[in-house]
Nanobody
Framework: QVQLVESGGGLVQAGGSLTLSCVASGRISSSNAMGWFRQAPGKEREFVASVSGGGVIKYSTDSVKGRFTISRDNAKATVYLQMNSLKPEDTGVYYC?????????????????WGQGTQVTVSS
């Protein structure tokens, strides 16, 4: 059984920063690709960033590139999402996800395991 637990969400003013953490347990190792997704109210879930088992990283397009940084600490079985220069449009529930294999992916359908999500609210 795999469990992903996110933390670090909260309320922040525009321009501020937050760091999300996702701790993985169970049948997850450093070889599994991990990703972050988000879902804004009334909108579909969207890809934010992914890191492969080998450390290859991919971000979504212009919306977060340059502001968000994904990283992983395999010794702690933890994936992070550092978010800087936050904007009100970054508001949403942020989900951590894990793939069964090592390759990164941008489609949520390719992720086998999901956390419960953590709320990020950015005020203007």
């Amino acid at each position: 059984q795999v469990q992903l637990v996110e933390s670090g969400g909260g309320l922040v003013q525009a321009g501020g920063s937050l760091t999300l953490s996702c701790v993985a347990s169970g049948r997850i190792s450093s070889s599994n690709a991990m990703g972050w997704f988000r879902q804004a109210p009334g909108k579909e879930r969207e890809f934010v960033a992914s890191v492969s088992g080998g450390g290859v990283i991919k971000y979504s397009t212009d919306s977060v590139k340059g502001r968000f940084t994904i990283s992983r600490d395999n010794a702690k079985a933890t994936v992070y999402l550092q978010m800087n220069s936050l904007k009100p449009e970054d508001t949403g529930v942020y989900y951590c996800a894990a793939r069964a294999g090592p390759s990164i992916a941008t489609s949520g359908e390719l992720y086998a395991y999901w956390g419960q999500g953590t709320q990020v609210t950015v005020s203007s």
